[in-house]
């Protein structure tokens, strides 16, 4: 159980852990352990902006933008730059699809899609501040992730996701249940970071499917950015 969460913390976060195996069990055994790792996450993105609190807003705001990107390694953000590319380059075609996001350059889509994120995280930081609402956007990010292994299938043969598909089912469900838990916790705010969470995931998993019949991971990187964005936009709606 404790090699799959050091392998979570390992593959989603560049924060210190013990040097584990990445054999096919452990990653699996990792997938429940998500969205905790997004938790945690979340805490540290909060606890960043409250050591700021006497900082100017927008430094404040571009300073845990720095920091969210440094604990993940940008390796979301380079799922999301590969799937615009291939999503633009492929027009329309699955194989074209598939072959564009194995090229590791990023062109004009990838880079666009990646500005636009950042400029709407920057912007949402900015205006919560540090309010504990920063540990739902992580949290739900991954935990979408889960619920993707659990429901979509796996296109990539051989892929970095592949070892996932083995994951336990029932550890996975009960992950969920726990992220949607926590998100009901905070109240509206919470539900409707549940709502946006689901309806960005349902919106990319649609188009996922259609142009190739599954996901990648590359695709569930985007998902995590996609969803993640689109909380925190939601977040900003009803923030006083």
């Known amino acids: 159980m404790m090699r799959g969460l050091a392998v979570a913390f390992a593959f989603l976060t560049r924060l ?11 990653q699996a055994a ?4 998500y969205p905790l790792v997004g938790l945690v996450i ?6 960043m902006a409250h050591l700021l609190h006497a900082f100017p807003v927008l430094p404040a705001a571009a300073i845990v933008l720095v920091v969210w990107v440094a604990l ?4 979301h953000l380079d799922g999301l730059a590969d799937s615009a590319d291939a999503w633009i380059g492929g027009m329309g075609d699955r194989e074209r699809t598939l072959a564009i996001m194995k090229d590791p350059r990023s062109g004009p889509a990838g880079v666009i899609s990646l500005v636009l994120v950042l400029l709407l995280k920057f912007s949402a930081l900015a205006t919560l501040g540090g309010t504990w609402w920063l540990v739902l956007p992580p949290l739900l990010g991954r935990a979408a ?3 993707w292994f659990l429901t979509t299938s796996y ?4 892929g970095l996701g592949e070892p996932l598909r083995g994951a336990p089912a029932v550890g996975c469900r009960v992950a969920l249940l726990l992220a ?10 919470g539900l409707l970071a549940l709502g946006a969470a689901a ?4 919106l990319w998993r649609r188009a996922c499917i259609r142009r190739l019949g599954g996901f990648t991971g590359d695709t569930a990187g985007a998902l995590v950015e996609l969803v993640e964005a689109a909380t925190l936009v939601a977040l900003v709606a009803i923030h006083g």
């Not at 990792?30 to 352990?33: Q, Y």
């Not at 993940?72 to 390796?75: D, F, K, M, P, V």
């Not at 949607?180 to 705010?189: H, N, P, S, T």
């Not at 309806?199 to 349902?202: K, P, T």
């Open 16 to 26: 210190p852990v013990p040097r584990v195996n990445f054999g096919t069990g452990a």
């Open 30 to 33: 990792s997938l429940k352990w």
């Open 42 to 47: 979340g805490c540290l993105l909060v606890a």
């Open 72 to 75: 993940t390694g940008a390796l």
């Open 145 to 147: 992730i889960v619920s």
């Open 155 to 158: 296109v990539r043969w051989q």
């Open 180 to 189: 949607v838990g926590w998100a009901a916790c905070f109240g509206y705010a």
């Open 199 to 202: 309806v960005a995931g349902w």
